[in-house]
């Protein structure tokens, strides 16, 4: 796979682990690194046909997917190194292609998740994939920032 082209392969902890231990994606989001466990975090992503990862020349630079919390609700949610904005169309169209297929292929009828209310970008792309922003959860974050909590419906 070295060929400069992003390719969609299914999430594994070793991907997650890859891509937690870069920097983050976005500035904003390097508030939250002091919080991050690596090698439990990753692995608690892993959850069989729900989660993908973007590989650019064998190289994992995304993931995102699913979490189940209960019955047919699912946690979204999407970890990034900064080499994602390399190709950020390939990125967005790839988790847009394959959000809306899981959700549907695995019978989920709400998507949820977290979105930090100083992440504008995060906040665009929810509303790019389809969620809806349903409220502000005060306190809610790592750090105790406020956060907005976004969902789909399918």
């Not at 891509?19 to 608690?44: F, T, V, W």
């Not at 892993?46 to 019955?71: D, H, Q, R, S």
């Not at 989920?108 to 349903?134: C, M, P, S, Y």
Request: glycine residues 8%.
């Amino acid at each position: 796979m070295m060929d400069n082209m992003l390719h969609i392969i299914p999430y594994t902890k070793e991907h997650g682990k890859i891509i937690l231990s870069y920097q983050m994606n976005h500035k904003i989001l390097e508030a939250d690194r002091k919080y991050i466990n690596i090698e439990g975090d990753a692995m608690n992503l892993e959850e069989a046909n729900l989660a993908f990862t973007g590989i650019v020349n064998n190289k994992p630079i995304f993931a995102a997917g699913m979490k189940m919390i209960w019955g047919q609700v699912a946690e979204g949610w999407v970890i990034a190194s900064s080499d994602m904005w390399k190709y950020p169309l390939g990125v967005a169209k790839a988790i847009k292609k394959d959000f809306a297929k899981v959700a549907k292929e695995h019978n989920i009828k709400r998507v949820q998740t977290a979105i930090r209310k100083d992440f504008i970008k995060g906040q665009r792309f929810a509303e790019w994939l389809g969620l809806e922003n349903e409220g502000l959860m005060k306190h809610y974050g790592f750090d105790g920032t406020d956060q907005y909590r976004y969902a789909r419906i399918f």
